[in-house]
């Protein structure tokens, strides 16, 4: 496995260090050659060569704007893990392709001080940057991030997000185990659903609402917000193919 030579577009960056998430996610800090600059929050394209193919994906900036120095990515394994799995084993000290920023799945807080955030899976990934963002701006928002897992020993981020949120003022996360909590006894048991998110919106009507996760649960989450009266363009999503 190598990096390919540089494609028009791309730069290179390094990877500094790395933080094992769950048993199947991993958390990389890549320091890139150039400047680079993004929106909270974007995503990048990464680009390897794989067995003598050159594979590209994209993945969320999972860190802040504000921490200009570095920039993260975090990778859970897929059923069809080629680029994931490379990602997941990658020593630090390896260089990588990287391309961007890219994406409209941005949060203007000039526009609007309400932030509701629902996520499944590896979707927590932006959020956790909309967290550090918050907190390193000092904003003065509404905010808050429902998160869904199907397991306790695979929430991304478990202890880290409980920390962040209570650096932001009124910030709220509530997280949601469909299957085996794991012994987390904080979380909520069962699926996020319409009858759930009408307690939870409240002072929120007129916020703005990111959604993030796979294509049938963002459109799961579209459907109930509709029906509890949120405007389709106060809902934007950032969704995994």
Avoid at 50 to 79: C, F, H, M, N, W
Avoid at 191 to 203: D, H, M
Wanted: hydrophobic letters at 35%.
């Amino acid at each position: 496995m190598s990096t390919p030579r540089r494609k028009p577009g791309y730069q290179t960056a390094t990877i500094v260090s790395d933080k094992r998430e769950t048993r199947d996610t991993r958390t990389l800090r890549l320091v890139p050659s150039e400047p680079f600059d993004w929106k909270t929050v974007q995503f990048i394209m990464v680009s390897a060569e794989i067995e003598g193919t050159v594979v590209s994906r994209a993945y969320s900036i999972a860190s802040s704007p504000t921490k200009k120095d570095y920039l993260e990515i975090t990778i859970k394994q897929t059923e069809t893990p080629t680029m994931s799995k490379y990602l997941n084993e990658i020593p630090v000290g390896s260089t990588l392709q990287i391309k961007g920023p890219h994406g409209n799945f941005i949060w203007d807080e000039t526009v609007s001080d309400k932030f509701f955030g629902i996520a499944a899976g590896s979707g927590i990934t932006p959020f956790r940057a909309f967290m550090q963002y918050v907190i390193d701006k000092k904003l003065n928002v509404k905010f808050e991030v429902l998160y869904s897992s199907r397991y306790g020993d695979d929430v991304i981020y478990e202890q880290e997000l409980r920390e962040l949120i209570k650096q932001i003022p009124g910030g709220k996360y509530e997280l949601s185990i469909t299957r085996d909590t794991h012994g987390l006894d904080y979380a909520r048991i069962g699926r996020i659903n319409q009858e759930y998110l009408a307690e939870e919106i409240k002072g929120f009507e007129d916020g703005y609402f990111y959604l993030c996760g796979a294509p049938g649960f963002i459109s799961s989450m579209i459907d109930d917000l509709t029906n509890l009266g949120i405007p389709r363009d106060h809902i934007k999503r950032e969704q995994w193919s």
